[in-house]
């Protein structure tokens, strides 16, 4: 990776006017790249965080009318910028979309895009019910993108719980992985910064997770407390519950003194971590 990368991770408190939704964003993102964000994330379903019988009718195609508009900001600013998520087309499955995130160069290309592996069904009685997999199609694929900036991995939300998905990039050569997200109040308060900690621990790596904040639709709370954690498990930068940019600065030098100085990931026993028995899974009903 580079010697020394401006990240930001840029907190929304999205909801169901996708307009102002993508104005929030685009105003958060310039606020960013005007401190000198060279790397910037915004979080899960950015644009849109409605009711979710509108998923299908709320779905795009990337890139469409969101990315190209987040296509021209980073040229504008000549920044790499993920667009956290938002609603995918799938042709074949109309009212179940892919929950996709875009990596932008500065150029404004697409550099990578990741389909969302893992659906967050939870049931918490009294408190909160919900099945992504009644709404969404899962992704098939891993995916590390090699950059100028460094290796960065994608991810999102509910699949930091999984963690042979983040050891599957880190064979991959991952660097810097990103994990947005609309964490709930119920799951986030005990989980969220415990479970990235955990993956960049356990991967050696840097992490950029730009959260969902607020009161949403269907009884949804997001937890906020957007995070960037460094290779030791350190916050480097944090969010209370407000929308936000936070920023803060990640090297070469601290990713290669962490690995050094604890060799794991050359230390390991158990061999490669394979795409068939995910792929196997992922094609259940």
């Known amino acids: 990776m580079l010697d020394c990368i401006t990240v930001a991770a840029i907190q929304m408190d999205s909801q169901a006017d996708k307009t102002e939704n993508i104005y929030s964003a685009l105003r958060l993102v310039e606020q960013a790249a005007d401190r000198g964000a060279q790397l910037i994330g915004l979080p899960e379903v950015f644009n849109f965080l409605g009711p979710g019988k509108l998923a299908g009718e709320m779905a795009e195609e990337i890139p469409g009318p969101t990315v190209e508009q987040f296509q021209t900001a980073a040229r ?99 660097e810097i992985l990103f994990v947005p997200a609309a964490f709930t109040m119920q799951t986030g308060r005990d989980h969220w910064h415990v479970l990235l900690r955990a993956r960049a621990i356990e991967n050696q790596v840097y992490v950029i997770a730009p959260a969902q904040t607020g009161k949403k639709i269907e009884g949804l709370v997001c937890y906020g407390r957007s995070v960037i954690i460094n290779p030791w498990g350190t916050v480097l930068a944090q969010a209370d519950d407000a929308e936000v940019a936070i920023l803060t600065e990640i090297t070469n030098d601290g990713l290669q003194s962490v690995r050094g100085k604890l060799p794991c990931l050359e230390r390991r026993r158990i061999g490669e971590v394979t795409h068939d028995v995910d792929r196997d899974y992922f094609r259940q009903p």
């Open 76 to 174: 504008r600013y000549s920044i790499h910028l993920l667009a956290g998520s938002i609603l995918e087309i799938n042709p074949e499955a109309p009212t179940r979309p892919f929950n996709t995130s875009c990596l932008i160069g500065p150029d404004g290309d697409i550099l990578a895009k990741y389909r969302k592996m893992h659906l967050f069904d939870v049931d918490l009685p009294g408190e909160f019910v919900y099945r992504e997999s009644d709404e969404r199609t899962p992704g098939m694929d891993a995916v590390v993108a090699a950059t100028s900036m460094g290796n960065i991995g994608l991810s999102i939300c509910y699949d930091v719980r999984f963690p042979e998905l983040y050891r599957r990039m880190s064979e991959q050569g991952l």
